[in-house]
């Protein structure tokens, strides 16, 4: 009889620290998207005295 697998916590996308509450991980894909999405609207401000 195989006993049950149990993943390993790193490869759970969950990150724990020492003494803080588990936080998820955002895919490299949606960061790379908002990034450019706020490249976008800074360009446009550019010229401009805020």
Avoid: N, Q
């Amino acid at each position: 009889m195989k006993k049950a697998a149990v993943e390993r916590l790193f490869s759970l996308c969950a990150r724990h620290g020492a003494h803080k509450a588990p936080r998820l991980r955002i895919a490299a894909s949606s960061v790379a998207r908002f990034k450019g999405k706020l490249k976008a609207a800074f360009r446009t401000g550019r010229g401009r005295a805020l």
